[in-house]
């Protein structure tokens, strides 16, 4: 599958979300949806279980101006880093991720945030012997949002979508982590039952 030029970034600042904590009353019905929204481990490593190639695109990674409900996580409202990439199993793509962090986590040489071009950050992140994670938030994403045409740019059909997110830190900096499951992935395939 050729993936289409994407604009960056996907999710500008004045875009909205409604991440809530994943309690039992926010999430999805189906079983197999709610294992992969909140799964603690690794999600790359996941991926990497249900493809034979898996392969990071990225959509681009630059300075920028994140969301109020972004900097709250970060402790921050100044511009930080803005990474947004898709996560592709066998050449078609099963999530849109987008991370977040303070300028300042570029220059954490234990992190090397600014060197990761197209390696996951989710393994990089999983390697820290420091890792810790906060709970997780989820969303779901109308069709008619940044996101839901994104999936139909990509050449699915329009349906409602959900992600997680999450905040790890390491080396003393925070990233907060979204990952919107989209396309022909497993979690999408039972969004709409």
């Known amino acids: 599958?050729?993936?289409?030029?994407?604009?960056?970034?996907?999710?500008?600042?004045?875009?909205?979300?409604?991440?809530?904590?994943?309690?039992?009353?926010?999430?999805?019905?189906?079983?197999?949806?709610?294992r992969w929204l909140l799964d603690p481990d690794?999600?790359?490593a996941k991926l990497k279980q249900h493809c034979q190639h898996f392969k990071v695109h990225v959509i681009g990674q630059q300075p920028g101006t994140i969301r109020p409900d972004e900097a709250r996580w970060l402790g921050a409202s100044e511009a930080?880093?803005?990474?947004?990439?898709?996560?592709?199993?066998?050449?078609?793509p099963w999530v849109f991720a987008r991370s977040v962090f303070p300028q300042q986590a570029l220059n954490e040489p234990?992190?090397?945030?600014?060197?990761?071009?197209d390696s996951p950050l989710g393994a990089h992140l999983f390697a820290q012997p420091d890792l810790t994670r906060s709970e997780m938030e989820?969303?779901?994403?109308?069709?008619?949002s940044a996101l839901g045409h994104l999936h139909q740019q990509l050449g699915f059909e329009p349906q409602t979508l959900?992600?997680?997110?999450s905040c790890f830190t390491a080396a003393g900096q925070k990233v907060l982590v979204a990952e919107v499951f989209i396309?022909?992935?497993i979690p999408a395939q039972f969004m709409n039952e």
């Open 1 to 34: 599958m050729t993936l289409p030029e994407l604009q960056f970034p996907v999710i500008d600042a004045s875009q909205r979300a409604d991440w809530q904590l994943a309690t039992p009353h926010c999430l999805p019905s189906h079983p197999e949806l709610q």
């Open 42 to 44: 690794s999600l790359t």
């Open 80 to 92: 930080a880093a803005i990474r947004e990439v898709l996560l592709c199993c066998d050449g078609k």
């Open 110 to 117: 234990v992190l090397q945030l600014g060197q990761l071009g």
């Open 138 to 144: 989820v969303a779901q994403f109308a069709p008619d």
């Open 162 to 165: 959900w992600g997680r997110r």
């Open 183 to 185: 396309g022909g992935s």
